[in-house]
């Protein structure tokens, strides 16, 4: 059953201000919830069909404006979308994700019934670094197409991507970017500096993607912490030539981070970027 609640705000016929049992301001959403009904009276609960938690006051008029602009559908496909996402991901996603989903899907639509597409630059990176992210975009695509009678680029699976990428780690898009870019730069670097073609489909290459992720991470973020000690128990013969020619790759590695995000690779994490290079070495 659901809890009672009490109207602080109509926003629209579809969107109501409320609190939660904390005391939080919440919307409240629902087709008509905000028809025929005033402030202090309690919502229809059998018209809510979902309610977002505020964050800030920039992000209540951020979403006055949503629901103000936006067609009620457009934001109710983005709340399916955001349950999907959360279902299949297993993963927080910041609840104010409903307000920069629904606003790109709109421009998307939009876009699609004028007979205009915008590519999606990073849409490969997106696909290869996030495979869970882009399957679920997939199936939004899907929802979409079915929903409004059109049909999206495949490119459009790797924008939704983006946003849950962005939602996942409460970063900036700017952020999410330069994790991708850079990523991408490093395998490059490891391809062309061992003269190997990384397999995408191996174990490994998984792991060196996800490590070489969450070290983009740190780099932006200034923080030189390494976390597990999994590997400290290694010993590596330095002049064996397989760690000669990962030694040099690591420094252009350390190269490439210094020139362009100003920052110094610890022997730390040059100690593991190479465990984890090692182990594509001997998948390929």
């Known amino acids: 059953m659901k809890a009672d609640y009490k109207i602080y705000k109509i926003l629209n016929n579809n969107a109501v201000i409320s609190k939660n049992a904390k005391g939080r301001e919440i919307v409240v959403m629902g087709m008509g919830i905000g028809f025929h009904t005033r402030v202090g009276y309690y919502v229809n609960p059998e018209k809510i069909s979902s309610i977002y938690l505020l964050q800030g006051k920039e992000n209540r008029s951020r979403f006055q404006a949503l629901v103000d602009e936006i067609p009620f559908d457009c934001i109710e496909i983005s709340g399916k979308i955001i349950d999907e996402a959360r279902k299949r991901l297993k993963k927080d996603l910041n609840d104010n994700l409903i307000i920069a989903l629904a606003d790109h899907i709109n421009f ?11 590519p999606n630059l990073l849409s490969e990176e997106i696909s290869r670094f996030y495979k869970e992210e882009f399957k679920v975009g997939a199936a939004a695509v899907d929802m979409i197409n079915k929903e409004y009678k059109i049909v999206l680029p495949h490119s459009e ?14 970063g900036s ?18 391809e062309s500096s061992l003269q190997l073609k990384l397999c995408e489909d191996s174990l490994s290459y998984l792991r060196l993607v996800t490590h ?22 290694i010993r590596i013969n330095e002049l064996e030539e397989q760690y000669i020619k990962i030694s040099r790759c690591l420094n252009e590695i350390a190269d490439y981070v210094r020139d362009t995000y100003d920052y110094e690779i610890s022997e730390d994490e040059k100690f593991y970027m190479m465990i984890h290079i090692i182990r594509v070495m001997q998948t390929n």
Do not use: C
């Open 108 to 118: 998307a639509v939009n876009q699609a019934q004028k007979g205009e597409r915008l």
């Open 212 to 233: 070489t992720k969450f070290f983009m991470k740190r780099v932006l973020s200034k923080d030189k912490s390494t976390g597990s000690d999994t590997f400290k128990e």
């Open 173 to 190: 898009a700017d952020a999410t970017t330069s994790v991708i870019v850079g990523t991408e730069r490093i395998l490059q670097i490891i």
């Open 157 to 170: 699976a790797a924008s939704i991507a983006f946003h849950l990428i962005n939602a996942e780690s409460g």
